[in-house]
């Protein structure tokens, strides 16, 4: 592996004190439906941009129509998503604003945290580098996303 590769875990915000390693971080993300072909190299790499955010209950995350600059992923919480094409409730270990960061489109949904939350944040310019420069996690996130669609059409 790169020597690059940031080890000491993200923060998003100063005031928060880490806690998850990169392997914790790299293990939740191997639950989640959009990662879960990714190899454990991959996921680690995954981990490493990643940052840990904390959202009080009520609190925005973003707003519908809003440019998608990160994607997240619920360690422990509620989230619930609500727009003019989308609405639903999530809970850990599920990924939410993946689409719209894949599209590079507006954001289909509001999201606001239900109740305290705990989540990994992965900003849109360090995914988009991440998968430039590494064709195994662009294959297996093609692969799932190809899934889901032919899954949809069958159904």
């Given at each position: 592996?790169?020597?690059?590769?940031?080890?000491?875990?993200l923060?998003?915000?100063?005031?928060?004190?880490?806690?998850?390693?990169?392997?914790?971080?790299?293990?939740?993300?191997?639950?989640?439906?959009?990662?879960?072909?990714?190899?454990?190299?991959?996921?680690?790499?995954l981990?490493?941009?990643?940052?840990?955010?904390?959202?009080?209950?009520?609190?925005k995350?973003?707003?519908?129509?809003?440019?998608?600059?990160?994607?997240?992923?619920?360690?422990?919480?509620?989230?619930?998503?609500?727009?003019?094409?989308?609405?639903?409730?999530?809970?850990?270990?599920?990924?939410?604003?993946?689409y719209?960061?894949?599209?590079?489109?507006?954001?289909?949904?509001?999201?606001?945290?239900?109740?305290?939350?705990?989540a990994?944040?992965?900003?849109?310019?360090?995914f988009?580098?991440?998968i430039?420069?590494?064709?195994?996690?662009?294959?297996s996130?093609?692969?799932?996303?190809?899934?889901?669609?032919?899954?949809?059409?069958?159904?």
């Open positions: 592996m790169s020597d690059q590769i940031p080890f000491q875990p923060l998003c915000s100063s005031s928060l004190k880490a806690r998850l390693t990169a392997l914790q971080r790299a293990e939740i993300l191997r639950g989640v439906e959009i990662f879960s072909r990714a190899t454990v190299e991959d996921l680690i790499l981990s490493t941009i990643s940052c840990e955010i904390q959202l009080n209950a009520g609190e995350i973003f707003a519908e129509g809003e440019i998608a600059d990160a994607l997240y992923i619920i360690v422990e919480g509620k989230v619930e998503l609500r727009g003019s094409a989308i609405s639903g409730l999530l809970g850990p270990y599920e990924a939410f604003g993946i719209a960061v894949l599209s590079n489109e507006p954001r289909y949904a509001s999201a606001r945290a239900l109740e305290d939350t705990f990994l944040k992965i900003r849109a310019h360090d988009f580098d991440l430039s420069q590494n064709a195994e996690i662009l294959q996130l093609f692969k799932l996303l190809i899934e889901k669609l032919t899954s949809n059409e069958k159904n």
